[in-house]
């Protein structure tokens, strides 16, 4: 069956950095794009980074570009997700996802905390 193990979450300084991994398993990993999401208390679910089946393609949202970087290993079945320069507002529940007709499938996430 289908398994997505987010790891690497903690509790980190604003302007430090974190390393983000998810180790798929249960589907053909290197087929699919995959994406990282995070949801912040009190707010909805939104996507910070997907990237091709075959890693040429990124896309992120506004708020995270230029400071974090999506990659994946298809030997590995694992994508992860680069975070520098962490900031406060990005203290949220990680998790990655990816989508297989006829539904997304979940991690059960990783917390990150910025915090001094």
């Known amino acids: 069956q289908v398994q997505l193990v987010e790891s690497g979450g903690g509790l980190v300084q604003p302007g430090g950095s974190l390393r983000l991994s998810c180790a798929a398993s249960?589907?053909?990993?290197?087929?699919?794009?995959m994406s990282w999401y995070r949801q912040a208390p009190g707010k909805e679910r939104e996507l910070v980074a997907r990237?091709?089946?075959?890693?040429?393609?990124?896309n992120y949202a506004d708020s995270v570009k230029g400071r974090f970087a999506i990659s994946r290993d298809n030997a590995k079945n694992t994508v992860y997700l680069q975070m520098n320069s962490l900031k406060p507002e990005d203290t949220a529940v990680y998790y990655c996802?990816?989508?297989?007709?006829?539904?997304?499938?979940w991690g059960q996430g990783t917390q990150v905390t910025v915090s001094s």
């Open positions: 996802s990816y989508y297989q007709p006829p539904r997304d499938y």
């Open positions: 990237i091709a089946s075959a890693g040429g393609n990124t």
């Open positions: 249960g589907f053909s990993f290197s087929t699919y794009a």
